[in-house]
């Protein structure tokens, strides 16, 4: 199930609240949601001059290619 499809459920498990209530329990939370949706930005990852200039480690062996006139 992805996100998108997941829809917020509330549940009143104390009191008698009033329709008004309820609808300034939604304004508040929508708000607050919306206010931490803004906010959540992810930071870009620092590259350095010396990581960018890094020769990326190279591959395993492979063993399975037989090398050199030792193959037999």
Known sequence: ???????????????????EELAALVAVLGDAYMREAEDAVAEEPHVSA?????????RPLRRDIPWGRFAG
Do not use: F, Y
């Open 1 to 19: 199930m992805s996100t998108e499809d997941q829809t917020p459920a509330m549940d009143i498990v104390r009191g008698h609240p009033t329709e």
């Open 50 to 58: 010396w990581q960018r200039t890094q020769r990326p480690m190279r």
